[in-house]
């Protein structure tokens, strides 16, 4: 089963805005990781938060982390059409990583 | 570029017919993975290796098997291909064990008539 569930399933954007998605989960985490998608394509890596971090920042992401809700949320800022793509947020715990069904996001020029 | 090959990146097969997938990487990580993507399920891990000839379930291994013979290799098999095998499959790497990202491939799109 899933662990990781993204919220919203779909999102359309006009570039230049910013793109928030969600991810909830079950059960206890070492960390949890976003990756992105691009159609046809394998999962890219973009971002780590242990579970002792609340947040994370790299280049337009943004990632925070609250092991009490158990839920995190990426955040895309000034996006761009380059953005569109599928994201994933994973849960990781010992060797078990578990993905959610991801969030479509589609970025309008 | 992670340095994973999966080949082939496409096969159509017939009900019964035994399949090998095969993950190639460059990298010299220890663990490897094998996915299947099915839509609205996201990544599922089938099974991963954590070492030459160790290897170990993951949630849907019913069906599959898989062999580590060579660090740089991990093959997937199915015995008897079914149709409900129909799927996406990513082979994933990683250099340890936790706290770390997983690195993955291209994919091979698996369809059995």
């Known amino acids: 089963s899933q662990q990781g569930e993204e919220d919203p399933q779909a999102l359309s954007i006009q570039e230049g805005e910013n793109a928030t998605m969600n991810c909830s989960y079950k059960?206890?985490?070492?960390?949890l990781q976003w990756y992105r998608q691009n159609s046809g394509r394998g999962l890219v890596h973009l971002i780590l938060i242990r579970s002792n971090e609340r947040e994370k920042h790299s280049g337009r992401l943004r990632v925070t982390l609250d092991t009490s809700k158990k839920s995190s949320s990426l955040l895309i800022t000034a996006s761009r059409a380059a953005d569109t793509a599928s994201y994933f947020c994973?849960?990781?715990?010992?060797?078990?990583?578990?993905f959610g069904a991801g969030t479509r996001l589609t970025v309008k020029p | 570029d992670a340095g994973i090959t999966q080949s082939p990146r496409h096969k159509v097969t017939e009900t019964g017919t035994p399949v090998t997938l095969r993950c190639h990487q460059t990298e010299n990580h220890r663990y490897m993975y094998w996915y299947r993507q099915d839509p609205g399920h996201g990544l599922r891990l089938i099974h991963y290796s954590y070492g030459v000839k160790d290897t170990d379930k993951g949630e849907v291994s019913d069906g599959y098997s898989v062999s580590r013979s060579k660090t740089e290799d991990f093959l997937l098999t199915l015995e008897s291909a079914t149709s409900s095998q129909t799927s996406v499959y990513f082979c994933?790497?990683?250099?340890?064990?936790?706290?770390?990202?997983?690195?993955f491939g291209d994919g091979t799109r698996l369809s059995i008539l």
């Open positions: 059960t206890s985490i070492n960390n």
């Open positions: 994933a790497t990683r250099v340890g064990d936790s706290n770390q990202p997983q690195h």
């Open positions: 994973a849960t990781d715990y010992v060797n078990d990583m578990r």
